[in-house]
């Protein structure tokens, strides 16, 4: 029996164990996630382990939900302390599951605890952690991390005074414009107040759309983000869509996709001349639980997998740029269904890459089947490699389970006499830290 989250987990030969070995210790470069700018620039630090843990983690939350947990103790008024006790007594069922990866993968790198956490160990763990969490803030997981770089996320009318570099970490903007494609009556307005004009026609929107987005770039934003449910099968005109625009209020939902995606690509021009990575993050379906959304808000756990994405209209969009309007773009799918389509996809338009396994597919057996995808219809060797998506500073644990898993694949395959070595190595070190290095001109 191997040691309980020894330094072979997930590493199932030597070949595996060596290629680890290379990039194990590697800086980490998130280039997508949740974090609060501003606890950052705090360097804030935690009141207990129930605290950093449960206080924004959704894939907890979700899977309390699931083993029967009350909501008192999931985002409801109870204490850290009960609420830490309560997700401890589920994690014994959580074989496969990441989050028992996860969990164990913390308990030992940011506390130095070794043992499995379950009812009967809780409240031990809670306070050899507690004890540990004295001397533990913001900056102390960054730092331990060794993590160079952090890509918030933030909504193009945000302040970013609170975004720069605080020890060896260089904390930077992502424009997410979800809101202002969704045209709300009330963001415009709130649009206008920041640019210094009301937003009336197209015209205006998308002025205001490259103003903030130089702010954005003169505070280090280097990459976007947009989370949608699915690519339009139909782009209007530019006549079409100021039209559109002025009737935005009285819109049927097949104008208001159409309008969507003029502006989505009018968006990715704009991202190529200011040398900005895309990312387009599709295929889910937010807030199915009506009621739940109502006393929890967004992001708290009541999202899911939606049907998979029409390829003809994947390549619709991109028929809408030319090479040389296209910028570097970052594909993640929900459903991975669509792997190998999209996959392939990416060999037709240049600067066309396939992300991470996202969301409910970053576990074990979804990384591996990402990786393999890629490898097999695209090219593993270009890939930008692990971001956390999360809103948990010590989620950085995340990378090395999949640095461990990347390791896995490639040893694997050395171990059967079908790759080199010494290319194995070579390409880790590029998917885990220099390819997204470089294509961010960190």
């Known amino acids: 029996m191997k040691n309980f989250y020894g330094e072979e987990l997930l590493l199932s030969s030597g070949s595996a164990k060596e290629i680890y070995g290379e990039v194990k210790d590697l800086p980490v470069i998130d280039y997508h996630c949740h974090l609060d700018r501003n606890k950052i620039k705090a360097d804030a630090q935690f009141s207990d382990i ?8 959704h894939y907890k939350w979700r899977t309390m939900r699931l083993c029967g947990v009350d909501e008192e103790y999931i985002t409801g008024g109870a204490s850290y302390h009960d609420k830490f006790l309560k997700y401890a007594e589920i994690v014994p069922q959580l074989a496969g599951n990441p989050l028992y990866y996860w969990t164990h993968l913390e308990l030992r790198q940011v ?10 160990s809780a409240e031990r763990i809670y306070k050899q952690a507690n004890e540990k969490l004295k001397n533990i803030s913001v900056g102390t997981l960054l730092q331990q991390y060794k993590v160079e770089y952090v890509a918030t996320t933030d909504d193009p009318c945000d302040d970013l005074s609170a975004h720069g570099r605080y020890g060896g970490t260089v904390v930077a903007p992502t424009f997410r414009p979800d809101k202002l494609l969704a045209l709300d009556g009330a963001y415009l307005r709130r649009l206008g107040e920041v640019v210094g004009y009301e937003i009336t026609t197209l015209a205006d929107l998308l002025r205001a759309a490259e103003e903030r987005l130089q702010y954005f770039v003169a505070h280090g934003c280097r990459i976007s983000d947009h989370g949608f449910l699915k690519f339009p099968s139909r782009y209007p005109s530019r ?4 039209r559109l625009f002025l009737r935005r209020g009285e819109l049927s939902a097949a104008e208001r996709e159409e309008l969507f995606g003029y502006l989505l690509v009018e968006l990715a021009k704009l991202y190529k001349k200011y040398g900005i990575v895309m990312q387009l993050h599709f295929a889910v379906t937010r807030n199915v639980n009506e009621k739940m959304f109502e006393r929890c808000g967004a992001d708290a756990g009541f999202d899911v997998i939606a049907d998979g994405t029409r390829i003809e209209d994947v390549i619709g969009y991109f028929r809408q740029l030319t090479d ?23 060999g037709a338009y240049c600067h066309v890459k396939m992300g991470a396994a996202w969301w409910f597919n970053d576990t074990v057996q979804g990384i591996r089947k ?13 890939n930008y490699g692990m971001l956390t998506d999360s809103r948990s500073f010590s989620s950085y644990a995340r990378f090395d389970f999949f640095r461990r898993i990347l390791s896995d694949y490639l040893g694997d395959l050395v ?8 290319a194995a190595k ?7 830290y220099f390819n997204i290095k470089k294509a961010l001109g960190i």
């Open 324 to 346: 040389d309007e296209r910028p570097e773009t970052i594909l993640y799918t929900l459903n991975d269904s669509d792997l190998p389509a999209l996959a392939a996809l990416t």
């Open 415 to 422: 171990e059967k006499g079908e790759y080199d070595m010494a």
């Open 239 to 242: 006549a079409e869509a100021e």
């Open 426 to 432: 070579e390409l880790a070190r590029n998917v885990c």
């Open 50 to 57: 129930g605290q950093l843990w449960l206080s924004g983690d």
């Open 111 to 120: 506390f130095g605890i070794c043992e499995p956490l379950n009812g009967a």
């Open 370 to 382: 990402n990786l393999s995808t890629i490898a097999e219809y695209s090219v593993l060797g270009t």
